[in-house]
C-alpha cells in the first residue's frame, strides 16, 4: 500500500492507492478516517469556501453578452409584467407603496432565494470532477454555491435604490434590520438545497422538477400581492413558508409596511431553523455515498 501525498490546502485528506489486478484503486479520506461533517471543519476551510463562490460567480457569465446585467434584468423584467398585469389591470393592493417599488422589493429576496437553491440542488453533480479527487467538507459546495447568489443580489439591488429614488420613497430606521432578512433567505435556500443536492445525486429527476417547483413556490409567496390578503385564521398555517417572514420583513425593513416581528415572521425563522438542522444531518449521513453516486 503506498501513499499519496495531499494536494496544498486540502489538510484534512488522506489518499491511499491499493494494488489490484485491474490497476489502482484510490481511496479518499478524512483524516481521521470517515466522512464527517462539522461546522468548524467548514471554517478551516474558508479559504476553499471563498474560491468555490469566485468560481461559480465566473463560470454563470463566463461566454455571456451582458454578463452580470442578467441579474438586474430578471428581476427588473418580471416587475414590469407583474406590474401590468397585478397592478393595473387586476388592481391588486399594494399597501399604499407604487406597485412596481412594492414587487421589485419582494423579487429581490425571491431571485436571491430561487437563484441560490437552483445552484445549490445542481452544486455536487456539477463539482463531480472536484469532489471524486480529493477530500474537503462536501458542504462547503451547496454552500459555495448558495452565497454566490449574493453577488447578483447586490447589483440589483442598486436598481431598487434608484426606484425608490425616483419615487421618492426614503427607508425609515427599520432598513437596519435588513441584513438580518438577507441572511434568512441564504438560509432558506441552503436549508432546502441540502436535501435537494443530495437527492438530485441520487435521482437526476429533481432537475426537471425545479422549474416547477420554483414556479409553484413563487405563487405562494406574497410577490405579486400583499400577504393581508391571506385570511388572518390561515396566517401561520401560510408562514409555514419560509419565504413569507423573508418577502414581509424585506417591505417592513424598506417600506415600513407590516410588522417586525408578526406570528407569521417567527412561524417562517422556526421552520427554517428545523430544515436547516434536519438538512445538516440528511448531509452528513449521506455524504459517505455521494462520490460513489455522483
Do not use: C
Request: glycine share 10%; net charge positive.
Amino acid at each position: 500500500m503506498t501513499s499519496i501525498e495531499a494536494p496544498v490546502g486540502m489538510r484534512a485528506e488522506a489518499q491511499t492507492v491499493e494494488p489490484g489486478a485491474a490497476g489502482s484503486l484510490v481511496v479518499i479520506e478524512p483524516s481521521g478516517g470517515r466522512s464527517r461533517l462539522g461546522l468548524g471543519e467548514v471554517w478551516e476551510y474558508r479559504e476553499l469556501l471563498y474560491f468555490l463562490v469566485w468560481r461559480e460567480v465566473k463560470v454563470r457569465y463566463k461566454q455571456t453578452v451582458l454578463g452580470v446585467a442578467w441579474a438586474v434584468l430578471q428581476p427588473f423584467l418580471t416587475m414590469v409584467v407583474f406590474s401590468l398585469f397585478f397592478g393595473h389591470l387586476a388592481r391588486v393592493p399594494s399597501d399604499g407603496v407604487p406597485y412596481p417599488v412594492f414587487t421589485y422589493v419582494a423579487l429581490l429576496p425571491w431571485q436571491l432565494f430561487a437563484g441560490a437553491l437552483t445552484g445549490a440542488t445542481s452544486s455536487l453533480v456539477g463539482s463531480q470532477g472536484l469532489i471524486s479527487k480529493v477530500y474537503f467538507p462536501r458542504l462547503l459546495v451547496p454552500l459555495g454555491s448558495t452565497l454566490s447568489s449574493l453577488v447578483d443580489f447586490g447589483v440589483a439591488f442598486g436598481v431598487l435604490a434608484l426606484l425608490m429614488l425616483y419615487y421618492g420613497l426614503v427607508p425609515g430606521p427599520a432598513v437596519v434590520a435588513l441584513p438580518a432578512f438577507v441572511l434568512l433567505a441564504i438560509a432558506t435556500a441552503l436549508s432546502v438545497g441540502l436535501w435537494l443536492s443530495v437527492l438530485n445525486v441520487r435521482f437526476r429527476d429533481v432537475r426537471y422538477i425545479m422549474p416547477f417547483l420554483a414556479q409553484l413556490w413563487l405563487f405562494v409567496t406574497p410577490v405579486a400581492y400583499p400577504s393581508s390578503l391571506v385570511p388572518p385564521s390561515w396566517r401561520v398555517i401560510y408562514a409555514l413558508n419560509p419565504m413569507v417572514g423573508v418577502v414581509d420583513g424585506f417591505r417592513w425593513a424598506l417600506l415600513g409596511r407590516g410588522g417586525a416581528l408578526e406570528v407569521s415572521t417567527l412561524v417562517s425563522v422556526g421552520v427554517v431553523a428545523v430544515l436547516f438542522a434536519a438538512g445538516l444531518r440528511y448531509f452528513q449521513r449521506a455524504q459517505a455515498t455521494i462520490v460513489d453516486l455522483v
